[in-house]
Each structure stands twice: as C-alpha cells, then as structure tokens.
C-alpha cells in the first residue's frame, strides 16, 4: 500500500512564504514525476508544478518565479516553496505522484489527502 503524506498547509499574509512537503511511503518500486496540484473552490483542479525523477521541472505560468519545486529521490519526498504568495493561492493543494508498485509492472496516479493554503489580503 503506498500512500502520499502532505503537511506545510496555512494561513499566511499576502507576500509571505509557506513550504509544502509531501512523502511517499510504502511498497514503493519506483517514483517517476512528482508534483503538485491546487483546487479552489468552485474551480477544477490545476496543476501547480511537477517534477521528473532526473529533476526536470514545468510551472503553471501563474506561479513562474515565485514557487520552486524540487525533490529528494533517496527519501521519496517533493517539496513546494511557495514565496510572493497572492490571495488567488488560496486552495486545498494535492500532492500527486506516478508510482510504480512493488511487483506491478506499471506506475500508478497516487494522489495526497490535500492540504489547505490560505492568503490574506
């Protein structure tokens, strides 16, 4: 059983900085992108930032230069520095992962329990 754990969710002011960190724990055989989405409410799940397992990086546009995605391979963990932050940051973010299994041939979508960011203005 794999499972993505989040944590680094909150409240901050607009401008200020939160972290977000996510590990992946399990029968994990292997991990190839990582990354992070963010649900607002009344809106559809975007992606925020991912990652490649050589490090390989893409940025939704509304989060270029301000948010930085990176990962430790060794300890099955992504983290989201997230500076500059706005108020239409605010969202529940997800953890994403393409996981392949212990004994499975293919990878599969694992998702976080979602962790909540909220900025004030």
């Known amino acids: 059983q794999v499972q993505l754990v989040e944590s680094g969710g909150g409240l901050v002011q607009a401008g200020g900085s939160l972290r977000l960190s996510c590990a992946a724990s399990?029968?994990?055989?292997?991990?190839?992108?990582m990354g992070w989405y963010r649900q607002a409410p009344g809106k559809q799940r975007e992606l925020v930032a991912r990652?490649?397992?050589?490090?390989?990086?893409n940025y939704a546009e509304s989060v270029k230069g301000r948010f930085t995605i990176s990962r430790d391979n060794a300890k099955n963990t992504v983290w989201l520095q997230m500076n500059s932050l706005k108020p239409e940051d605010t969202a529940v973010y997800y953890c994403?992962?393409?996981?392949?299994?212990?004994?499975?041939?293919?990878?599969?979508?694992?998702w976080g329990q979602g962790t909540q960011v909220t900025v004030s203005s």
């Open positions: 994403n992962a393409d996981i392949r299994d212990v004994g499975r041939i293919w990878g599969y979508d694992y």
């Open positions: 990652i490649t397992s050589v490090g390989t990086t």
């Open positions: 399990g029968s994990i055989f292997s991990i190839n992108t």
